[in-house]
């Protein structure tokens, strides 16, 4: 069995997965590509058993501050919204709440973006994520005590195949401005390969159109973290000659890792988490 210590070794792999996007979004001249899949395997899965093994114990749990530190990525490897925030996050995710944090991100990417200056050799790209950040599941998760209640992968794909996911207005939003300024779209989603026709079915329907690609997980990919899973991918990407000026995620597991990007745009979600 592996080590479940933090010794000195995984202390170094720990500060490497924590900057290493950092790292590369203040790279000059790209693309520089790495193959740091080894780097992330094993000692990151001995990583996560040791948080696992230490969840969060807070007897007067504040819930806006348990947002806050699930939103900075301090709180992790979190199974179910605890059961005295259920209230606290339908309210965030039924309001208002939801809708201006979602606009904050996306005024934000849309002036990074304007700020840029496209090669205009079709190269440069965004990366979205699909789920919680394209499309909104929040019909599904409502029925599920607001991410509260345990739902198992059964459910969620009979939810993706009904494909009536509505889109998160401040992201279509964000996507449209992307497509008129140039951008190659690249949609990297951890749903299934054989969930395809149905993601196409629904992104469609609920606006989305001309993307470059829209990246599944495969039969390799099935057991993969999403970490590792998208970083793998967005790492084929730039293989590919392509330059990835930004990326948009709901999930830590979107945003980091290696080749994630210039700069990465992390969405509000409250409801779960995704490693
Ligand atoms: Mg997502």
């Given at each position: 069995?592996?080590?479940?210590?933090?010794n000195?070794?995984?202390?170094?792999?720990?500060?490497?997965l924590?900057?290493?996007?950092?790292?590369h979004?203040?790279?000059?001249?790209?693309?520089?590509?790495?193959?740091?899949?080894?780097?992330?395997?094993?000692?990151?899965?001995?990583?996560d058993?040791?948080?696992l093994?230490?969840?969060?114990?807070?007897?007067?749990?504040?819930?806006?501050?348990?947002r806050?530190?699930?939103?900075?990525?301090?709180?992790?490897?979190?199974?179910?919204v605890?059961?005295?925030?259920?209230?606290?996050?339908?309210?965030?995710?039924?309001?208002?709440?939801?809708?201006?944090?979602?606009?904050?991100?996306?005024?934000?990417?849309?002036?990074?973006?304007?700020?840029?200056?496209?090669?205009?050799?079709?190269?440069?790209?965004?990366?979205?994520?699909?789920?919680?950040?394209?499309?909104?599941?929040?019909?599904l998760?409502?029925?599920?005590n607001?991410?509260?209640?345990?739902?198992?992968?059964?459910?969620?794909?009979?939810?993706?195949?009904?494909?009536?996911?509505?889109?998160?207005?401040?992201?279509?939003r964000?996507?449209?401005?992307?497509?008129?300024?140039?951008?190659?779209?690249?949609?990297?989603t951890?749903?299934?390969?054989?969930?395809?026709?149905?993601?196409?079915?629904n992104?469609?329907?609920?606006?989305?159109?001309?993307?470059?690609a829209?990246?599944?997980?495969?039969?390799?990919?099935?057991?993969?973290?999403a970490?590792?899973?998208?970083?793998?991918?967005?790492?084929?990407?730039?293989?590919d000659?392509?330059?990835?000026?930004?990326?948009?995620?709901?999930?830590?597991?979107?945003?980091s890792?290696?080749?994630?990007g210039?700069?990465?745009?992390?969405?509000?979600n409250?409801?779960?988490?995704?490693?």
């Amino acid at each position: 069995m592996a080590s479940l210590s933090l010794n000195h070794h995984n202390l170094l792999l720990l500060l490497f997965l924590l900057f290493s996007c950092d790292l590369h979004s203040t790279t000059a001249n790209r693309p520089q590509v790495f193959d740091h899949s080894d780097w992330i395997s094993e000692e990151s899965t001995a990583l996560d058993k040791w948080e696992l093994k230490q969840p969060p114990q807070d007897p007067q749990l504040n819930c806006e501050s348990w947002r806050f530190g699930v939103e900075t990525n301090t709180v992790r490897f979190w199974s179910v919204v605890p059961q005295e925030c259920v209230e606290y996050v339908k309210d965030y995710m039924d309001g208002s709440q939801y809708l201006l944090d979602s606009n904050v991100v996306a005024n934000v990417s849309i002036a990074y973006a304007n700020s840029l200056n496209l090669s205009g050799d079709g190269k440069d790209v965004w990366v979205f994520d699909v789920d919680e950040t394209l499309l909104s599941n929040l019909p599904l998760y409502a029925a599920y005590n607001y991410g509260g209640a345990d739902m198992d992968d059964g459910a969620f794909i009979k939810w993706a195949d009904l494909a009536e996911a509505p889109a998160l207005p401040a992201s279509q939003r964000l996507y449209a401005h992307l497509l008129q300024l140039g951008f190659k779209i690249f949609l990297l989603t951890g749903r299934y390969d054989y969930e395809r026709n149905a993601t196409e079915k629904n992104l469609v329907q609920a606006g989305y159109h001309s993307w470059e690609a829209l990246l599944l997980r495969g039969p390799d990919d099935y057991e993969t973290t999403a970490v590792v899973y998208k970083s793998g991918r967005r790492l084929k990407i730039e293989k590919d000659g392509f330059r990835i000026r930004g990326n948009s995620g709901d999930q830590w597991s979107d945003l980091s890792g290696y080749s994630c990007g210039d700069r990465t745009f992390k969405l509000p979600n409250p409801m779960y988490f995704i490693a």
